[in-house]
């Protein structure tokens, strides 16, 4: 498996703002996603983020309301942008490790309420 | 569109109690299954299966992948109330980037 820590593990932001969620991995991964968990729904992928390349975005998400950065094959960003009520959620960052394909394993979370 | 459908939706069981919970799927390019525990914030890897793995058992645990019918089943014998959480069956399909589709998750409660 892997160990991944996010930052922050839960903010409460006010209407307009922005935040910035950290994804540290112990060790260096090719595959790094990105996933949103609305309340009482299951989990939703945002982008995947391979290092050296930008993110690649699903439908309904786009890069201005969801930068992400790749900088290094252990971390990742994502920025919620312009926070409105409706992006309170858990985000979760998982990665797909090379030497155990298929598996992705998921970070703690970020718990985020917008007021 | 990919998708992933759980049943039931919620169980309340008994400690002792064996439970089967389901999933089926209808994607494109299949490549693997895999079930979750999710009993806080964080998804906790369970299992995963390809056409080379199409039953995995840990401990009280058991899945078991049909990939002609296309569903997938996770059992849990002599449940305890550790297992009280919400279980997500997700897809893995073929292509450059690895997505996983995931169900609405079945949300199980195991009584004392």
């Known amino acids: 498996s892997a160990v991944i820590s996010q930052k922050p593990s839960r903010d409460i932001c006010q209407r307009g703002t922005s935040l910035t969620i950290q994804c540290q991995v112990d060790?260096?991964?090719?595959?790094m996603f990105w996933y949103r968990q609305q309340p009482g729904q299951s989990l939703t992928l945002i982008a995947t983020a391979n290092q050296g390349s930008e993110a690649t975005y699903e439908s309904g998400f786009v890069i201005d309301k969801f930068p992400i950065s790749r900088p290094n094959l252990t971390f990742s960003t994502l920025t919620v942008s312009n926070m409105s009520p409706e992006d309170s959620s858990i985000y979760l960052c998982s990665v797909e490790r090379g030497d155990e394909p298929y598996e992705q394993y998921f970070g703690p979370g970020t718990r985020l309420t917008v007021t | 569109e990919d998708k992933v459908v759980q049943s039931p939706l919620s169980l309340v069981v008994h400690e002792g109690d064996t439970v089967t919970l389901n999933c089926s799927y209808e994607v494109t390019n299949f490549r693997s299954l895999l079930w979750y525990k999710q009993e806080k914030k964080a998804p906790t890897f369970l299992f995963m299966l390809?056409?080379?793995?199409i039953e995995k058992k840990s401990g009280r645990q058991t899945s078991i992948l049909d990939k002609k019918e296309l569903f997938s089943i996770l059992n849990i014998t002599a449940t305890q109330t550790g297992d009280s959480a919400i279980y997500l069956c997700a897809v893995s399909t073929t292509g450059a980037n690895s997505k996983l589709t995931f169900g609405k998750g079945i949300t199980l409660s195991v009584r004392p």
């Open positions: 060790s260096q991964v090719t595959m």
């Open positions: 390809t056409s080379r793995g």
